[in-house]
């Protein structure tokens, strides 16, 4: 009983403070360009308003037009709900449940990028060859940050590798895995979700065609990961084991607060990279992860 | 016991196809399709636990008696054979049919029949010789089944390459069985623990069996083999065969000593093969070419869990290296059914459009919506995502590594590059079944060879059907195969006992359920909510670009080109593009092609240095009689020479 009322609890949580985080990043990025900006809820309200909507289906798309977004969202949540939340622990933890939550979120990006490739778009299909193309560097770049983790805390579970967090090698790890939040979500330097420029964009070229329900799927499922992102990385770099309880939750809060505000300062302060410097860029991401994992080792031999 | 009655109907059966099933296909059909459950029963008992089947009889056949074993190890492999023969064969009766095929099809069946039967035999001989006899033919059968349609030169080429290779390793491996049999004095096989000079033999064995499960840079063969044979061989060939190869690594790096280096080599080697054989996937624009690329993924893979395994032994048996080798030995099981089962699918398409390129198809889903789905199933299991079987044991063979890792011994230094690269290689093979599944069925048709297209018939969908099923229910109930593989991993080498069911395997057993619960669910629901809020077609949007043609959309090519690009120092694509000029542009051409790196830019220029040495040797043969007697002078002169230096000392 109590597990049931607790998975609920969870899930709420994450389903229904995840859009707030695109909401923040807008107000920084309205607050440093010097305008209003939309309001924090406005993701919200178009969530609200595209389920109430009808879908315009390509003539060509099957059913995996729909079914791809579907696939998605609950690959990210059931990621999400495997994430351990400080000293909430996680919902259910098992040997080897990190890999289970990179491998969700590939399912994650196989369901996009199927239901991208339905309609016959070149943008879209420029889009998904980004996607998956991308997504091999920064793939290589989070199994890195695992392993740090898992040498750090001689363990592959997700609970006893994020409560000791990364250690020395926390700056090193933060900042690749800052950088792979910034790709695995599309932001900028790699992406601009505000473009209007089809050429020039990766997730957002992805969903030119989608319309109603499963744009709401998409919109929703892309906040929750980035919130899953954002606990990940805040918990892989403070060690939220040495606080107690609510100490631990406030400072939880807060590096997700920070990660997000972070998200906008760069979104503000930098342009996007040319599609050239990319991969460079995700390659400097793994390095900082490989010597991340080169110090955990130093310091577990010592 | 009944293991033996059942393997001895297995083989009459086989063995009366190979007589009677050019002339009678539906008694050939009935014929194997028996042997291939005969086979099963006789290996289910062993598979559940039962002690190994061991035969011996004083028929004496080439002066060595027969010896037949079957333990978990055999055991695990004939199982696999077993199903993908009895898909293979069911669906041929359609696919490669008299009707369609008069001039081929009675022969297909007969090698088909010997295939299998010669397959089988390999699994069960526990005599070097007989072995290597079983060896033999089974690679000529396959040989004449890759062969079926030899009308084609670019067939007629592949077959010619895997005959040549194929024997390159059959030598590697007759050298390896004589020197055993010298060693030990019989050709009788079995396990030889404590001979440590044995150990040197492994490499031989690597050799002769890599080349077989086409590890890179041995697999040049296979991607022409698998691409133009016909589809049900490709997928036998692939899913069974190449494990043949394996079969034999796992079967006497059990046996005999190995080497210390060995786990290091095979580990490196598997690596290394994950990754360029996912990268080669990805550049290739032929269906089945593709397909075959990702079998040389595959087996890297297994080679990594193999190579664990070794390390494992190595240094002390750790837990860690039999889980690597359990999840090693599961995807053998894996890697069968839905290769098998893409191999089926992509014979489909071949089957309704006559074309394997894949920048000709497109929008076939709406023809052919039991394909599609069937290969999108496949497409979802290879590329290792959940809930389905690829994640189940790709995740062991994490497990494994990245045990070995915390582990902080020496041999993390290969297990932390090993890990990352599989990471890479499955994010690769994500991509490429992206592009295979997305250019093939998706979209708009991109040339008439669509327009023609129809569903497969019964005989061709089931066996695709029993092999997802097959893939779904591993990924479902993960800890229902725990036991066998773990069984086959202690037998592997003797001495350990099976681990009992891990509790995070038994974890994942409850999770992988409710995730396909819940992604069912969540499809239902949005597609639930979509209807009520009204479906409408258009065409479609793009931007609001008013004619989109079928011409325009992304092709494969133009998909993998990115990724393609940073591996552009391995492949060296060949380009061949006339841009459209002046104002009123005739036309305009673009061809790539990526070049089979090793065959084309390493052993064909070596061949070239050969045959030129050759060539120039050769003039001295003319034909004229008072030089060849010069010849004979010089040579009896030099043996005298010879001769009288060697009596001075």
Same mark, same amino acid.
């Given at each position: ?113 199927? !239901?991208?490739?339905? =309609?016959? &778009? ?9 996607? +998956?193309?991308? #997504? *091999? @560097? %920064? ?90 992102? !954002?606990?990940?990385? =805040?918990? &892989? ?9 609510? +100490?631990?939750? #406030? *400072? @939880? %809060? ?49 | ?649």
């Amino acid at each position: 009983m109590i597990v049931i009322v607790e998975t609920i609890a969870r899930l709420a949580g994450w389903l229904l403070l995840a859009p707030l985080l695109p909401g923040i990043i807008n107000k920084v990025k309205a607050w440093v360009a010097g305008r209003r900006g939309p309001p924090v809820l406005q993701l919200y309200y178009d969530l609200g308003r595209l389920w109430q909507r009808g879908v315009v289906l390509s003539s060509l798309a099957s059913p995996g037009f729909i079914a791809g977004p579907a696939v998605a969202w609950v690959a990210i949540v059931g990621a999400a709900l495997l994430l351990p939340l400080g000293p909430a622990g996680a919902l259910l933890s098992f040997r080897g449940d990190a890999l289970l939550v990179i491998y969700l979120l590939a399912l994650a990006r196989f369901g996009t990028a199927w !239901a991208a490739m339905e =309609t016959g &778009s070149a943008f879209e299909g420029m889009g998904t060859a980004r996607e +998956v193309s991308y #997504a *091999v @560097l %920064a793939e290589a770049a989070i199994i890195t940050a695992m392993l740090t983790l898992s040498v750090h805390a001689q363990s592959i579970t997700l609970v006893e590798m994020l409560t000791p967090a990364s250690g020395v090698g926390a700056v090193l790890l933060g900042a690749g895995l800052f950088t792979v939040l910034l790709v695995e979500n599309c932001r900028v330097p790699f992406d601009d979700p505000n473009t209007h420029l089809e050429l020039t964009m990766i997730h957002e070229a992805m969903i030119l065609d989608h319309s109603g329900p499963p744009l709401a799927a998409i919109l929703h499922g892309a906040s929750v990961k980035l919130l899953l992102f !954002a606990v990940l990385l =805040t918990e &892989s770099v403070v060690p939220l084991g040495h606080f107690s309880g609510p +100490v631990a939750c #406030a *400072v @939880l %809060a807060l590096g997700v607060l920070t990660v997000t505000v972070g998200v906008g300062l760069v979104e503000s302060l930098l342009a996007r990279l040319a599609f050239r410097r990319v991969p460079l860029l995700l390659t400097t991401a793994i390095l900082l992860c490989l010597f991340a994992l080169l110090v955990a080792w130093k310091g577990g031999a010592a | 016991m009944m293991t033996g009655w059942f393997l001895g109907a297995a083989v009459l059966g086989l063995g009366a196809g190979v007589v009677a099933g050019p002339r009678y296909p539906r008694a050939w059909l009935g014929v194997t399709l028996f042997s291939a459950v005969a086979l099963l029963a006789a290996v289910v008992p062993v598979l559940a636990g039962a002690p190994a089947w061991d035969w011996r009889s004083g028929f004496l056949l080439s002066g060595a008696s027969l010896h037949l074993r079957l333990d978990a190890v055999s055991a695990l492999f004939l199982a696999l054979l077993a199903v993908v023969a009895g898909a293979g064969t069911a669906y041929s009766h359609e696919y490669w049919s008299d009707r369609e095929n008069p001039k081929t099809a009675p022969g297909g069946r007969r090698w088909w029949s010997s295939l299998v039967l010669c397959m089988a035999c390999v699994l069960l001989a526990s005599n070097g010789l007989h072995f290597l006899i079983a060896w033999e033919l089974f690679t000529v059968s396959a040989y004449f089944l890759i062969t079926l349609n030899r009308q084609q030169p670019e067939v007629r080429a592949a077959g010619w390459l895997y005959l040549a290779a194929s024997h390159a390793g059959t030598l590697c491996l007759f050298a390896f069985f004589t020197l055993l049999m010298l060693a030990t004095g019989g050709w009788d096989l079995g396990p030889l623990p404590g001979r440590t000079e044995l150990a040197p033999l492994f490499w031989l064995a690597l050799a002769g069996f890599g080349l077989k499960s086409g590890m890179f840079p041995l697999h040049i063969w296979l991607p022409s083999a698998h691409a133009s044979a016909p589809s049900h061989v490709s997928a036998i060939m692939s899913g069974v065969s190449l494990k043949l190869g394996i079969y034999g690594l796992v079967r006497f790096s059990g046996w005999l000593p190995t080497p210390e280096a060995a786990g290091w080599v095979v580990l490196g080697l598997g690596a290394v093969s994950a990754l360029l054989g996912a990268a080669f996937a990805l550049a290739q624009n032929d269906l089945k070419r593709l397909l075959a690329y990702c079998s040389v993924e595959n087996v890297g893979i297994i080679l990594i869990g193999l190579g664990a395994a070794l390390l494992g032994a190595a240094h002390g048996e750790v837990a860690w290296g039999r889980l690597a080798l359990a999840g090693a030995l599961l995807h053998v099981w894996n890697h069968g059914l839905f290769k098998g089962l893409l191999f089926l699918g992509a014979g489909s398409v071949l089957h309704a459009t006559g074309t394997r390129e894949m920048s000709r198809l497109g929008g076939l889903w709406r023809v052919m919506p039991w394909t599609a789905g069937l290969v999108a199933l496949g497409a979802v299991a290879i590329s290792g995502l959940p809930p389905l079987n690829g994640f189940v044991s790709e995740w062991l063979v994490y497990l494994g590594l990245i045990e070995a890792v915390i582990g902080h011994g020496t041999e993390a230094w290969i297990a932390l590059p090993a890990t990352i690269l599989l990471a890479v290689a499955g994010a690769l093979a994500l991509a490429s079944f992206v592009k295979l599944g997305a250019t093939v069925f998706l979209g708009a048709p991109r040339t008439h060879a669509v327009e023609h297209a129809h569903e497969s018939g019964p005989w061709m969908r089931w066996p695709m059907v029993a092999l997802a099923v097959l893939c779904v229910m591993i990924g479902l109930l993960p800890a229902a195969v725990w036991p066998v593989v773990a069984r086959t991993a202690a037998v592997w080498q003797t001495g350990v006992s099976p681990q009992p069911t891990p509790e995070f395997l038994a974890t994942l057993g409850h999770v992988q359920p409710a995730l396909a619960l819940l992604l069912g669910l969540g499809v239902l629901l949005l597609w639930r909510r979509s209807c009520r809020n009204g479906l409408r077609r258009g065409p479609t949007w793009d931007c609001g670009y008013a004619e989109p043609t079928a011409r325009m959309q992304y092709t494969g090519g133009s998909l993998a080109d990115l990724a393609g690009e940073w591996f552009g120092w391995l492949f060296r694509p060949e380009l061949l593009s006339r841009r459209p000029r002046g104002f009123f542009p005739a036309e305009g051409l673009r061809v790539a092609r990526v070049p089979e790196t090793v065959l084309e830019r390493i052993l064909t220029p070596a061949g070239g240095v050969v045959l030129q040495v050759s060539t120039a040797v050769r003039r001295m043969q003319h034909g004229r009689l008072q030089y060849y007697i010069l010849y004979l002078l010089l040579g009896l002169l030099a043996l005298g020479l010879i001769a009288i230096s060697g009596g001075k000392s």
